[in-house]
C-alpha cells in the first residue's frame, strides 16, 4: 500500500510538502512596469526559523536555564520556475536595482536627509492546502517584503530538458498567520 492511499485512509489530515500555492505582490514602483500581483510557479519555500535561547543564571552554584530571547529569521527564500523570457528574473533585478538607487527625500531642517523606501515593499501570501486542494488550511503573509538576493540562473549542455529556476531571498518585517 502506498503511504499517500494510508494516510487518506487515516483521514487525510496531514500536512503536505506539495501542497501549497504563493501570491507575490509587487510595490507600487515595481507594478508599473510588472504586474502587480503573481500567481507564482514556485517550486519551494518555507516558514521561517524562529529560535529561543534560554538565559543561564547561577543559583547557589547551580546554572539555571531561565526563558530569555526568542528571535525569529526576517528572510524568506523562494525558488521560482522561470519562464521562457525571464520575466520573472528581470522584474526581481528591477525591484533589488531600485532598492538600491532610491534618491534621498531632503527634510525642511536642512541639517541632513532622511531616505524613504515609499514604493519599494511587496507582499507575499502562502497558502497551504488541504490533501485535495479544495481549500486553504493555513495561510501566511509576510509583509514590507523585499529581495536581498538574487542567485545565479545556470545554463548548461546537459540541462536540455530542466526547467530553469530562481532562488530569491526576501526580508520582511513581519507576518501573520491565518
Not at 49 to 62: A, D, L, R, S, Y
Not at 73 to 97: A, H
Not at 121 to 150: A, C, M, Q, R, S
Given at each position: 500500500m502506498r503511504?499517500?492511499?494510508a494516510l487518506y485512509q487515516a483521514g487525510g489530515n496531514f500536512a503536505?510538502?506539495?501542497k501549497f500555492s504563493?501570491?507575490?505582490?509587487?510595490?507600487?514602483?515595481?507594478?508599473?512596469?510588472?504586474?502587480?500581483?503573481?500567481?507564482?510557479?514556485?517550486?519551494?519555500?518555507?516558514?521561517?526559523?524562529?529560535t529561543h535561547t534560554p538565559i543561564e543564571v547561577k543559583i547557589?552554584?547551580?546554572?539555571?536555564?531561565?526563558?530569555?530571547?526568542?528571535q525569529q529569521d526576517q528572510t524568506i527564500q523562494l525558488t521560482f520556475y522561470l519562464d521562457e523570457n525571464t520575466d520573472l528574473r528581470s522584474m526581481m533585478q528591477n525591484w533589488i536595482y531600485q532598492i538600491d538607487n532610491y534618491?534621498?527625500?531632503?527634510?525642511?531642517?536642512?541639517?541632513?536627509?532622511?531616505?524613504?523606501n515609499d514604493?519599494?515593499?511587496g507582499e507575499i501570501t502562502l497558502k497551504i492546502k488541504d490533501f485535495n486542494e479544495n481549500f486553504d488550511v493555513k495561510t501566511?503573509?509576510?509583509?514590507?517584503?523585499?529581495?536581498?538576493?538574487?542567485?545565479?540562473?545556470?545554463?548548461?549542455?546537459?540541462d536540455k530538458d530542466?526547467?530553469?529556476?530562481?532562488?530569491?531571498t526576501f526580508a520582511f518585517s513581519w507576518y501573520e498567520t491565518y
Amino acid at each position: 500500500m502506498r503511504i499517500s492511499s494510508a494516510l487518506y485512509q487515516a483521514g487525510g489530515n496531514f500536512a503536505r510538502g506539495t501542497k501549497f500555492s504563493v501570491l507575490l505582490a509587487t510595490p507600487s514602483r515595481i507594478s508599473t512596469i510588472y504586474s502587480k500581483y503573481y500567481d507564482v510557479l514556485c517550486k519551494s519555500t518555507g516558514v521561517p526559523t524562529i529560535t529561543h535561547t534560554p538565559i543561564e543564571v547561577k543559583i547557589k552554584g547551580q546554572n539555571i536555564k531561565i526563558p530569555g530571547r526568542t528571535q525569529q529569521d526576517q528572510t524568506i527564500q523562494l525558488t521560482f520556475y522561470l519562464d521562457e523570457n525571464t520575466d520573472l528574473r528581470s522584474m526581481m533585478q528591477n525591484w533589488i536595482y531600485q532598492i538600491d538607487n532610491y534618491n534621498p527625500v531632503n527634510t525642511n531642517s536642512g541639517e541632513g536627509s532622511i531616505t524613504t523606501n515609499d514604493g519599494l515593499y511587496g507582499e507575499i501570501t502562502l497558502k497551504i492546502k488541504d490533501f485535495n486542494e479544495n481549500f486553504d488550511v493555513k495561510t501566511y503573509v509576510f509583509h514590507d517584503v523585499y529581495p536581498v538576493n538574487i542567485e545565479n540562473v545556470n545554463y548548461g549542455a546537459e540541462d536540455k530538458d530542466t526547467v530553469l529556476e530562481q532562488p530569491v531571498t526576501f526580508a520582511f518585517s513581519w507576518y501573520e498567520t491565518y
